[in-house]
């Protein structure tokens, strides 16, 4: 029987780099989809500067849970399958920057760990979105 995902847990932490933060009217959301899909079956998102850290200083560090939205997830079934979609929606000029991991919990006791890497999104020089397969190491 496969191990179908219980969890999904994010690791995200600001650059240092200048301007890396998010401000008062941009959202970030981090998807989970097949590839060549976009429904969503994981999703988070949340608005600049929401007090949990990660968006309100450069070098910041947030800790969350993207919400599952398929139950029959399982290990095999996302392992280079799916990706996890990163986007900024802003008002005017913005960008963000950093490096995220992802952390998988499955109903076998197991876990695994994705690094999506470092990423740099925005609206001033680069694209709003970014996103990467995911393989598990």
């Known amino acids: 029987m496969a191990a179908k995902l219980l969890r999904l847990q ?3 932490r600001t650059s240092s780099a200048s301007g890396s933060n998010l401000d008062n009217d941009s959202k970030m959301t981090v998807k989970v989809h097949y590839i060549n899909q976009t429904i969503p079956l994981a999703i988070y998102d949340f608005i600049g500067k929401d007090g949990q850290g990660g ?3 450069e070098g910041d560090q947030k800790i969350f849970d993207i919400t599952l939205k398929d139950s029959s997830l ?3 079934g996302l392992n280079g399958k ?3 979609e990163m986007r900024i929606d802003a008002v005017g000029r913005d960008h963000y920057a950093g490096g ?3 952390l998988f919990f499955f109903d076998d006791g197991s876990t695994a760990l994705f690094g ?3 990423f740099a999104i925005g ?3 680069e694209s709003n979105t970014t996103n990467q397969v995911i393989r598990f190491v």
């Open 10 to 12: 994010a690791t995200l």
């Open 55 to 57: 968006s309100t200083r």
């Open 74 to 76: 399982t290990r095999d």
């Open 82 to 84: 799916a990706e996890i």
């Open 100 to 102: 995220v991991a992802f």
């Open 116 to 118: 999506f890497g470092n």
């Open 123 to 125: 609206t001033f020089h």
